[in-house]
């Protein structure tokens, strides 16, 4: 079940070995590929067995441990970029937060996400070519864009574990648009800019793309979440995303209610061009014209509630937290927020890697 590692984390090269991409079925060939299937035999997120829960929360936690080390030997700020896995190669949002990731990595952050397709993809993306000309970051985004997506790979298996036959098809575009990844891959350097990739087996249908330097994958999402929005102590931005997006932003929302200070506070960056997060959706009939889940009222008053009248501040005192609540696509605008809390968050990394997790706000999570 479990993959093996020198580092502890997992690097693409080991998630992918196995790939072939002449057969019609390469994509299921990985090694990531066979712990997702032993992952659904054993049960998917109910395992099958105490000793299948075990030997997962073991791996878990060697891993967790592994993560730590890691954070603890890099000393640079986390920002998280967290986003849905929907957001299509070729498409307005992706190319916006492969540059955008691609600046800020240039300027010392390490790009954190939940290591899936989609925003994710193009965030680590612009780390793996933030050493290159900017021209070649164009080139790479216009061969992706020729693989824009990679089918509908959820239902996969039959009882016996092998792939379904009306699967194939879209088993085939999995392929093409993981090989459109590594050939995109080999034009970076050799040694990638550090970025961390969080992904999870519970979401193991989704293609593992190359381009993050290190990889940290769970069996249980819940301590994947956690892992992701609990280190992202520069902050996180949000591009464009669905459920899965919501659910991080609104743990990240819980954590900055119950901060007890400005300095506990994380910067929320609500990122997209579209004005996605500033937009009610349209439809015309049933069909979708345009996207959005309007979030700039609702999120900053929910933490002006909640901070203010647990703090007892004034409009003065409340203002150096909501300053860190930014809609916005202005990179400057962007950086000058996450300077609010560049000390802090090296403060804050310092704390917990020396397993004082008094000092960084905990979650307030009820788990079901």
């Known amino acids: 079940m479990r993959l093996k590692s020198a580092e502890g984390l997992y690097t693409s090269a080991q998630l992918l070995e196995g790939f072939n991409p002449f057969d019609r079925l390469g994509f299921t060939l990985t090694r990531d590929f066979a712990v997702f299937r032993q992952f659904s035999k054993d049960g998917g997120p ?13 791996h ?29 190669r070729g498409g307005q949002a992706f190319a916006d937060i492969a540059h955008l990731a691609r600046t800020l990595s240039e300027e010392g952050y390490l790009i954190v996400t939940g290591g899936g397709p989609g925003i994710m993809e193009a965030a680590h993306l612009g780390v793996a070519f933030s ?9 790479a985004l216009a061969k992706l864009g020729k693989y ?47 970025s961390v990739a969080i992904p999870t087996w519970l979401y193991g249908a989704e293609p593992t793309m190359p381009f993050a330097s290190h990889y ?32 991080e932003v609104f743990q990240d ?46 999120i900053p008053s929910i933490l002006k509630f909640g901070i203010r009248q647990r703090l007892n501040l004034d409009d003065a005192g409340l203002k150096q937290f909501t300053d860190k609540v930014l809609f916005s696509d202005d990179v400057n605008e962007i950086r000058a927020v996450l300077a609010l809390n560049a000390d802090t968050a090296k403060e804050n990394m310092g704390f917990a890697l020396q397993a004082q997790p008094s000092k960084v706000p905990s979650f307030r999570m009820n788990r079901v």
């Open 46 to 58: 109910v395992p099958a067995s105490l000793e299948i829960r075990k030997a997962q929360a073991d």
């Open 60 to 88: 878990d936690t060697d891993l967790a441990d592994a993560l730590k080390r890691f954070l603890g030997e890099v000393r640079r700020p986390l920002l998280g970029i967290m986003g849905g896995h929907a957001a299509k």
């Open 131 to 139: 050493k290159n000309d900017a021209s070649d970051l164009e080139k």
């Open 148 to 194: 824009p997506s990679y089918g509908n790979l959820d239902g996969l298996f039959d009882h016996d574990g092998t792939v379904k036959r009306e699967k194939i098809a879209d088993v085939e575009k999995a392929r093409d648009w993981l090989q459109s990844a590594l050939e995109v891959r080999s034009y970076a350097p050799p040694i990638l800019p550090l």
């Open 216 to 247: 940290a994958k769970y069996f249980q999402n819940s301590l994947r979440e956690e892992a992701l929005v609990n280190n992202s102590r520069a902050g996180i931005v949000y591009g464009q995303g669905g459920g899965g997006t919501m659910r």
């Open 253 to 298: 929302v819980e954590r900055n209610y119950y901060a007890g200070s400005a300095k506990e506070f994380t910067p929320m960056i609500f990122f997209d061009k579209s004005g996605y997060w500033k937009t009610e959706a349209a439809y015309e009939g049933t069909a979708l014209k345009t996207p959005g889940i309007k979030l700039d009222v609702l």
